[in-house]
């Protein structure tokens, strides 16, 4: 019993530092400057 909450624990933290690795990814890779988006709320503009 104890060694399956051992491994419970090792996949959760790797699928924490996994989904942080992409989230800091897509973060960094983000074009600088103006952001458009024009849908049907209207046009909102966001700086990034």
């Known amino acids: 019993m104890k060694q399956n909450m051992l491994y419970l624990v090792i996949g ?3 699928v ?4 942080l690795g992409i989230y800091v990814y897509r973060e960094q890779t983000r074009p600088e400057g103006v952001e458009l988006k024009i849908d049907d709320k209207g046009i909102s503009i966001q700086r990034n």
């Open 12 to 14: 959760a933290l790797v």
């Open 16 to 19: 924490v530092v996994i989904a």
